[in-house]
């Protein structure tokens, strides 16, 4: 079974509006990392943060993390239609081996 | 720096044969692992390999199967295909494998059993 899950399972914006995603996992982590994957392709690393770090950033890329809720938040700012892909979080504790959740996908309207 | 590089992209193979599917690293990264995607039980970690040594497996048959070569490459190998093999199937990599590397993915390959 997965390790993570992600909500909303779809989420549909307009282009310029923020767009938040959740993902809840279920074991102790030492780090949770966000994905994207556009259609049919490979996942493009976005951010990775350490379970002792409570918020990140890169770019229109704001990512959070509550562990003591174990869940974490990934804010895309200014949303762009090239933004349109599926998102995904992974919870790892080394090795790669990574956990990961079903995934949201985003939708921006042009 | 190249990227994680699969080979094939794409490919169609009938019931009960075999496939080798290949995956080169960023240079100097010595982990990797693969996954599996399908659309009913979305992205599971099949293996990892560091320094030519399976380190950690998943929950699969043996069918599948896999290892890594002294300049880090890996391939991986699916005997006896079955159509619930089909899938993309990725690589990924990270200098150790170790907590709090980034995994860097490559684009994986399509494999479609008929």
């Not at chain 1, 966000?34 to 990512?63: D, F, P």
């Not at chain 2, 899938?87 to 008929?114: D, H, K, Q, R």
Request: hydrophobic share 30%; with cysteine; charged share 15%.
């Amino acid at each position: 079974s997965q390790q993570g899950e992600e909500d909303p399972q779809a989420l549909s914006i307009q282009e310029g509006e923020n767009a938040t995603m959740n993902c809840s996992y279920k074991t102790s982590i030492n780090n949770l990392q966000w994905y994207r994957q556009n259609s049919g392709r490979g996942l493009v690393h976005l951010i990775l943060i350490r379970s002792n770090e409570r918020e990140k950033h890169s770019g229109r890329l704001r990512v959070t993390l509550d562990t003591s809720k174990k869940s974490s938040s990934l804010l895309i700012t200014a949303s762009r239609a090239a933004d349109t892909a599926s998102y995904f979080c992974a919870t790892g504790t080394g090795a790669n081996n990574l956990f990961f959740g079903t995934g949201t996908r985003l939708t921006v309207i042009p | 720096k190249a990227g994680v590089t699969q080979t094939p992209r794409y490919l169609i193979k009938t019931r009960g044969q075999q496939v080798t599917l290949s995956c080169s690293p960023i240079s100097g990264h010595r982990s990797v692992s693969w996954y599996q995607q399908t659309p009913g039980q979305g992205l599971q970690f099949l293996f990892e390999y560091f320094s030519e040594t399976q380190r950690n497996k998943g929950n699969f048959p043996g069918r599948f199967s896999g290892r890594q070569f002294s300049n880090s490459r890996s391939e991986m190998n699916v005997s006896t295909l079955e159509l619930g093999d089909s899938a993309l199937y990725l690589c990924a990599s990270s200098p150790t494998g170790g907590m709090g590397n980034t995994i860097y993915f490559g684009e994986g390959s399509w494999l479609t059993v008929v």
